[in-house]
């Protein structure tokens, strides 16, 4: 630590030296997140330059020349920038240029290892200023970083563009890594070389925003992505809305990366004394490959944004795959049997429990909004059905979807107008419904209701999954003014926080789920008041395994719900094999599957309860084996004091590798290894089931893999002997 202050202390002595002999140069200074720097220069011109965005050990000196335009931290445009702007602003008097000059910064502590800096910057000639924010949380060199746009014009001024940060990284070679895909295949990875050009990646669905595209991204500088070594920048932006990401490799082979909600269609009129907010982005740094930098953002967003960290996620059993809409108490008390036999902790009960008479909820056209218990499913209510689960020891969680309404809805029919929608326009549905308005405070109020109404008279009622199927087409809203329509996009999530905030202060020991149809909704905007979130609708093993595997680089497996079904047919081992690495779960009509099967689930969760649960809620993740390059798929967790490992192999395909390399252990200690989760009788073939290898072995040579054949799988403990 004195070491490190002290280098920190020479560079910035060093950098004060040079900036005095330099004319062009009025103040240098720099902020640091454990590895991860940026360095600014205020230049004789009083703009906000940045130096440098990367590896915090590597000497920056400022140019001899003035730095050229595109290397100001927010262009703004108008009045000489030439790249795309980070802000984009017409003033009260209609002039479309901005200048921003930097008119201080000052860091304070917020917490032992988090600093937060601020630089405010103004527009010399109008009232109009941008704060930047950066939130360094050194153990993890993560930063992140946001702005805050205020003016005092006469007026209104009209934002277009509102980056929430725009730094440059210069290196040879660039290589980006994106998650995208749709329906039940998210989260798929795919790799680039960047060339000179605008790469935009975004969403402009408003809400189930990420659906086809997660808002997180990795940066390779040199080459392409590595798990375990190489220079890496990942990021992941707090918005569940609309987002996007530029990624400008400019005529110098410089890469500006402008990230924030996205602008299309959003302008924004913001009052005299108004403050607009960009969420924030958030930057790690690893020169120890993609591996280290998803480790940073798990162990970041454990301590930082993810609701309730340290408790573990209960087994669930959820009956959607199992029942849809079609179930009654009598199904329900079966399916709780089947819950408590296998050793599931909670029964979730998913869609299709309200609506009445017309709008009953049958199927997904009816009973949206509606959210009175259905008289003919549940005619003791709530309270009735939640006992009965906890007589037999399993708790009970519930559906919700309350940013939703059919049109066969009595709420429909009261409050046609509390939906997103345009005039003269013919209504587009997505699964049968539509969209409220959440902008509207009857709207918020009315949300709030449905919360409160399900949860405060049920405290039985201790788990929520919060799902949200459908995205906006027509964005449009009858309780904006029509010169604020643009509005929809941005505050539609602002009012959706604090709904969420809302339930999850309301209701702090209710667990939830987010959810939007599969992963329409996974960002670190939202996480802070959620456990969990379910990843996908395919729980097919085979697709299960890419898609958690690509949220594995910015979630931690405790956010990650896994649930074993039949989807696919596959083997069931396997299916368990899948979910054991996650949230575990199960999805399945438990009453009708055989008594074998029966027992291989109930074996399960008692495996995963006494020896895996600990290593998926606070284990650090190690992935060993792509399956993006190899047929196997092999990762992961070990305990933070290096005393344990599970290790998870899948075959996806035919086809053999011959050796799995282990990672995070301690070379010197001692290890027995053990292969788990076996269907009873079965022996193990993993040669080094039952000895005793050193850590250094484990690590060096690995573990020989007998495994060959598509849909075979294992997972195995590695235990320190004492
Ligand atoms: C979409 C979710 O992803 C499913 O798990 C299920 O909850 C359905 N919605 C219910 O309508």
């Keep these: 630590m004195k070491n490190l202050l002290t280098t920190c202390l020479f560079l910035c002595c060093l950098l004060a030296v040079r900036a005095a002999d330099n004319p062009n140069v009025k103040k240098l200074f720099t902020v640091t997140s454990g590895e991860l720097k940026l360095t600014f220069m205020v230049g004789a011109d009083d703009r906000l330059y940045q130096l440098a965005f990367g590896d915090a050990a590597r ?21 000489g920038v030439l790249t795309e702007p980070a802000i984009q602003a017409t003033h009260v008097d209609g002039n479309t240029s901005t ?75 660039y290589w980006l890594t994106q998650f995208a895909g749709n329906y039940k295949r998210e989260a798929t990875l795919s790799e680039e070389r960047l060339s000179e050009g605008v790469k935009i990646l975004d969403s402009k669905l408003g809400i189930r925003a990420h659906q086809m595209r997660i808002p997180s991204f990795i940066l390779s500088l040199d080459g392409q992505a590595r798990e375990n070594e190489g220079e890496v920048l990942s990021a992941s932006l707090r918005w569940s809305g609309s987002f996007q990401f530029a990624f400008d490799v400019d005529w110098n082979k410089n890469l500006r990366l402008l990230t924030g909600m996205n602008p299309l269609g959003s302008q924004y009129n913001l009052e005299r004394g108004g403050t607009f907010i960009t969420p924030a982005i958030l930057y790690t740094y690893s020169k120890q490959g993609k591996g280290e930098a998803s480790r940073r953002f798990h162990r970041w967003a454990m301590a930082n944004a993810v609701r309730d960290a340290e408790k573990d996620r209960p087994v669930l059993l959820n009956n959607w795959e199992a029942t849809h809409c079609d179930f009654d108490e009598a199904r329900l008390k079966q399916l709780f049997d089947g819950a408590r036999q296998t050793g599931a902790e909670l029964f979730l009960l998913d869609d299709g429990w309200f609506g009445n008479g017309p709008y009953s909820r049958d199927d997904d056209k009816h009973g949206l909004g509606d959210w009175e218990p259905s008289v003919k499913k549940l005619p003791r209510g709530l309270s009735y059905i939640a006992r009965e689960a906890l007589k037999r020891k399993v708790g009970f969680g519930i559906w919700l979807e309350p940013e939703m309404v059919n049109p066969q809805s009595e709420l429909y029919q009261k409050h046609p ?61 009858s309780y904006l003014l029509p010169t604020d329509q643009s509005h929809l996009w941005i505050d539609y999530n602002w009012a959706l926080y604090r709904l969420m905030d809302r339930f999850a202060k309301g209701f702090p020991n209710v667990m939830a789920m987010l959810c939007a149809g599969g992963s329409g909704r996974v960002d670190y905007g939202a996480m802070p008041y959620f456990h969990s979130f379910w990843p996908s609708d395919n729980t097919d093993p085979l697709g299960r395994i890419k898609i958690q595997w690509g949220f594995s680089h910015f979630f931690p497996a405790n956010t990650i719900s896994a649930h074993v079904t039949r989807m696919g047919k596959r083997h069931l081992k396997m299916a368990i094999d899948v979910a054991l690495s996650g949230a575990f779960g199960i999805d399945l ?18 495996l995963y309860k006494e020896r895996i649960r600990p290593l998926v809620m606070r284990g650090e993740l190690y992935r060993l084996v792509s399956p993006y ?87 195995l403990m590695v235990d320190i002997l004492p």
């Design 59 to 79: 000497e920056v000196t400022p140019p001899a020349k003035m730095p050229s335009r595109e290397w100001e931290f927010l262009p703004p445009y108008g009045n």
């Design 417 to 477: 107008d509390w939906i997103i929608t345009q005039p003269k326009r013919e209504p587009i549905l997505g699964r049968h419904q539509e969209i409220l308005d959440l902008t509207r405070p009857e709207v918020q109020a009315y949300e709030w209701d449905i919360i409160d109404k399900t949860l405060r008279p049920n405290p039985d009622i201790t788990y929520v999954k919060w799902d949200c199927n459908r995205y906006i087409t027509q964005p449009g809203s």
């Design 629 to 715: 390059e190899s047929p196997l798929a092999s990762l992961s967790y070990v305990s933070t004091d290096k005393q344990k490992a599970v290790v998870y192999l899948y075959q996806t395909k035919d086809g053999h590798e011959p050796r799995v390399i282990l990672g995070g252990l301690d070379a010197d200690k001692k290890y027995r290894v053990e292969e788990v989760s076996l269907p009873i009788g079965v022996a193990s073939r993993f040669p080094a089931n039952g000895k005793v290898l050193t850590g250094a072995e484990l690590m060096n040579q690995g573990l020989e893999n007998p495994l060959n054949a598509q849909f075979e799988s294992a997972v």
């Design 589 to 606: 009509a438990l009453d009708k599957a055989t008594a074998e099967e029966r027992a291989q689930i109930a074996a399960a969760v008692a």
């Design 99 to 173: 200048e921003l000059h930097y008119t201080g910064h000052r860091t304070e502590t917020l917490a032992p290892g988090v600093e937060q800096t601020i630089i405010s910057l103004k527009d010399p000639a109008y009232p109009f200023t941008v704060d930047i924010y950066i939130k360094c949380y050194a153990d993890n060199s993560m930063m992140e970083i946001w702005n805050t746009v205020s003016h005092n014009e006469k007026g209104k001024v009209v934002l277009h563009r509102f980056a929430s940060a725009s730094p440059i990284v210069k290196a040879k070679e």
